[in-house]
Each structure stands twice: as C-alpha cells, then as structure tokens.
C-alpha cells in the first residue's frame, strides 16, 4: 500500500539536479542536465527505438547524505507500467539504500498504483536525526520526467562522498543489461556492481535492441574516463550472422578512440530451455566461439587489453533456475551475474 504524505508535517522540497545532490549514471548529465542515458540528437541520428530507450533511466542514481527524521519521494514518470513479466517495482519503481560507498543496505522501494504515471511515497518516517548516506536507484524501464526529494523542514542535506576515481565501467548490451527482468531497481546487475565498486557505472542496455549499432560505438567513445568497456550484445542478434556481421566494426570503433582501455566481451547466459531445445544450445555455441576466436584473434594482433569471458558460466551450475521466462533473469540470476563479473572486474582494472 502506497503510504501518503497526508496530514504530516510540511515538506521541504529538493530537487536533486542541484548540488549537495550528486547525478550518478548519466554519461551526458553535466552536459544536458536530463535523466537520459544517451546525448540527444537530431531525429534520425540513431533508430526511433535507440532514441526511445535511452530515456529508460536504468542505471541512474541520486546520491547524498541527511539527518533527515523523515524522506519522501515525488515522481512524475513518461507513462504508467505496462510490462507483463516485469514488476511494476522495476519499472517504475525507485529503490532506496543506506550507507557509505561499499557499505550500501538495501532500505526499501516504492510502492504505488500499478496504472500511476506520477506518485508520492514515504521511504521513512520518524526515524532518529542522525547523518545517514542515501543512494537512490532510478527506474529501469521509464523515463523520469522530474523527480523531487522531501524531508522534514529542518532537516540539513549534505553531500555524498565523491567517488575514489573519475573513472567510470561502462555497459552495453540487451533488455538483460538493462535490468530485466529483476523485481526493483537496485537488483539489476549493473546496480549490484555499483555498489561494490567506488566508481561510476554507465548503463547502456537497450531492451531488444542491442544490436552493434555503429553510432552507439561513437557515442560510447565521447564518455569520458572509461575505465573498461563491457560488450554484451550476443542475445539481440536475431542470427549469429548479423553478431558476426558487426561486432568486429564495433569493437574497432571503440579501438579508435581508446587504444588501451580494456574491454570485456560477454557472450550470452544460456536460456532455461536449452536442456531440451538443442538448437538454442548449439547457436549460444556458435556465438561464443566466435566472439572468444575475434577476441583472440584481436589479441595475437598485438591488442593487450581486450578480453572475453563466457556468459554461461556466471549462473553457475543452477543456470536453470535463474530466469523468468527462460531468458531474463530473476533477481537470483542478476545476483549470480554480479558475483561472476566482480572478480573479474576487478583483475582486468587491476591489469591483470
């Protein structure tokens, strides 16, 4: 149940595109000042859909700190959920964590109408005035039109530590990598690293529309400080061919502008019916051969800082039971995934 802030105390109300707030996983943020994933361009620059989605916050945060005895958030989102196998949690939702960098706890997520476009909600009330640390994760299928930040009147709004480097991990991939199909926010993989790692991750998952778009190459090239770059665009290949037909491009795009960070390329995670569909099975094997044989060909070209990791083997040995439909991960499987990358994440930053 949505709890309200009726007949309370006033409000004072923030809007959090000012400092002390911090904007975190919005690459074009400084520049554009929008909850938006991509620049904006001109129609026709990138596909109708790429330009749609980029609107979907995902990976978006709000970082600062408070004595606030009471936190609210207000909403006003581009539209109401309309996802069948995704929460509307997810969807719409935003999710709310407590701590320090690297010491973040789940605290709780919005809860609204499931048909709501705008809403207002409590995360706490009543609670001792002492300094806490707020991360709040955006919605991972919307767009956010505004968002403000409520807290008792004489509550002080501080700011959130900076992270330890300007450096940032970088995305890009599917519906997957975007978040699906988790039941909140901060359950999405790429959230799940971010709080591991003191360092700012960009989300460019692009639900069934990863596909190698050449653009997107040269819009990733204009983010500053990339630390590493991930490719994990297997599963939005309709046919091997069309992932064969472009990743070599892509990869070069991103080579053209950053000689020496490292790439990760991910092949795809194996879907839940492949124990009996052996056709499925036997194409995620054709994709991975080629995607570990173009990395290992790239590096006996001389590339010292590309590397290729199987994507079957983050979901471990329960691989099976970690989707919703078979293909997108529950909350289990992007936990899983997360467990997986952060070794190693962390050797390819550690030049390993």
């Given at each position: 149940?949505n709890?309200?802030?009726d007949?309370?105390?006033?409000?004072?109300w923030?809007?959090p595109?000012?400092a002390p707030?911090?904007?975190a996983?919005f690459a074009?943020?400084e520049a554009?000042?929008?909850?938006?994933?991509?620049p904006t361009?001109?129609?026709?620059?990138?596909?109708?859909i790429?330009?749609?989605?980029?609107?979907?916050?995902?990976g978006?945060q709000?970082r600062?700190?408070t004595?606030?005895?009471?936190l609210v958030?207000k909403?006003k989102?581009?539209a109401?959920?309309?996802?069948e196998?995704?929460?509307?949690?997810?969807?719409?939702?935003?999710?709310?964590?407590?701590?320090?960098?690297?010491?973040?706890l789940?605290y709780g997520?919005t809860?609204f109408?499931?048909d709501?476009a705008?809403?207002?909600?409590?995360?706490?009330?009543n609670?001792?005035p002492?300094?806490?640390y707020?991360?709040?994760?955006?919605p991972?299928f919307?767009?956010?039109r505004?968002?403000q930040?409520?807290t008792?009147a004489?509550?002080?709004?501080?700011e959130f530590?900076?992270?330890a480097?300007k450096?940032?991990i970088?995305?890009y991939?599917t519906?997957i990598?975007?978040?699906g199909?988790v039941?909140?926010?901060?359950?999405?993989?790429?959230?799940?690293?971010?709080?591991r790692?003191?360092?700012?991750?960009?989300?460019l998952?692009?639900?069934?529309?990863?596909k190698?778009?050449?653009e997107i190459?040269?819009m990733?090239?204009d983010i500053?400080?990339?630390?590493c770059i991930?490719?994990?665009?297997?599963?939005?290949n309709?046919?091997?061919?069309?992932?064969i037909r472009?990743?070599?491009a892509?990869?070069?795009i991103?080579?053209g502008k950053?000689?020496?960070?490292p790439?990760l390329?991910?092949?795809?995670?194996?879907y839940?019916y492949?124990?009996t569909?052996?056709a499925?099975y036997?194409?995620r094997?054709v994709?991975r051969?080629?995607?570990r044989d173009?990395?290992?060909s790239?590096?006996?070209e001389?590339?010292?800082?590309?590397h290729?990791?199987?994507g079957?083997?983050?979901?471990?040995?329960?691989?099976?039971e970690?989707?919703v439909?078979g293909?997108?991960?529950t909350?289990?499987g992007?936990?899983r995934i997360?467990?997986?990358l952060?070794?190693?994440?962390?050797?390819i930053l550690q030049?390993?």
């Amino acid at each position: 149940m949505n709890r309200t802030t009726d007949d309370e105390e006033p409000l004072r109300w923030h809007s959090p595109d000012r400092a002390p707030f911090r904007i975190a996983g919005f690459a074009w943020w400084e520049a554009e000042r929008k909850y938006r994933r991509l620049p904006t361009v001109e129609p026709g620059a990138i596909r109708e859909i790429l330009d749609e989605l980029a609107d979907n916050t995902s990976g978006g945060q709000i970082r600062f700190a408070t004595d606030a005895t009471r936190l609210v958030i207000k909403a006003k989102l581009f539209a109401p959920n309309v996802a069948e196998h995704i929460a509307a949690t997810a969807v719409n939702g935003f999710d709310c964590y407590l701590g320090k960098p690297g010491s973040q706890l789940y605290y709780g997520t919005t809860r609204f109408a499931h048909d709501a476009a705008e809403y207002e909600y409590v995360f706490f009330n009543n609670v001792q005035p002492e300094t806490r640390y707020v991360t709040l994760h955006f919605p991972l299928f919307q767009g956010v039109r505004d968002v403000q930040i409520g807290t008792n009147a004489d509550a002080g709004v501080f700011e959130f530590p900076a992270y330890a480097a300007k450096d940032k991990i970088v995305f890009y991939g599917t519906s997957i990598t975007q978040g699906g199909c988790v039941s909140r926010p901060g359950m999405s993989f790429t959230n799940i690293l971010s709080r591991r790692f003191d360092m700012e991750f960009i989300n460019l998952g692009f639900s069934g529309n990863g596909k190698g778009d050449p653009e997107i190459a040269r819009m990733i090239n204009d983010i500053d400080n990339p630390a590493c770059i991930v490719v994990d665009y297997d599963a939005n290949n309709v046919h091997a061919d069309d992932l064969i037909r472009t990743m070599p491009a892509f990869l070069r795009i991103l080579r053209g502008k950053h000689a020496e960070v490292p790439i990760l390329v991910l092949s795809r995670i194996p879907y839940g019916y492949e124990h009996t569909n052996t056709a499925s099975y036997e194409d995620r094997i054709v994709r991975r051969d080629f995607q570990r044989d173009l990395v290992g060909s790239l590096k006996r070209e001389g590339d010292r800082f590309i590397h290729f990791h199987d994507g079957a083997d983050l979901l471990g040995d329960i691989w099976n039971e970690c989707t919703v439909d078979g293909v997108h991960p529950t909350d289990l499987g992007h936990m899983r995934i997360a467990d997986g990358l952060t070794p190693l994440l962390r050797g390819i930053l550690q030049g390993d």
